[in-house]
């Protein structure tokens, strides 16, 4: 199976302002230095040529061109499974606790 991905680089002159859209992206600063601010969260984060940070889907940036800067964007691949909900943790913590009044193994 095939599937395209697009990249867009951005030519950002100094001072430029750019809003980057929602959704999970790779933001990889390929000359330059930018600025990143994120939606919702205190922290900022500065980009170096080469460095690189990965939006999450539903977080929106504003990226700022420290100074004449290219900054590219690409789909971030979601390689990594999502976590199983937490109820199912609990009965075997419960077992393992002796919460149930059953007994539990003896210290060796």
């Known amino acids: ?9 951005l030519n950002m002159p ?3 302002l750019q809003v980057i859209p929602q959704g999970a992206l790779r933001l990889v600063c390929r000359e330059g230095s930018v600025w990143i601010t994120l939606d919702h969260e205190q922290r900022d984060v500065v980009l170096q040529p080469g460095e690189v940070f990965t939006t999450r889907p ?3 940036a504003i990226a700022y061109a420290l100074q004449a800067s290219v900054l590219r964007l690409e789909p971030a691949l979601c390689a990594r499974r999502a976590a199983a909900p937490r109820w199912r943790w609990w009965p075997q913590r419960l077992r393992r606790s002796g919460a149930h009044g059953g007994a539990t193994p ?3």
């Open 1 to 9: 199976m095939k599937t395209d991905t697009l990249t867009v680089d």
């Open 14 to 16: 100094h001072k430029a």
């Open 58 to 60: 539903q977080q929106r």
């Open 106 to 108: 003896a210290a060796a």
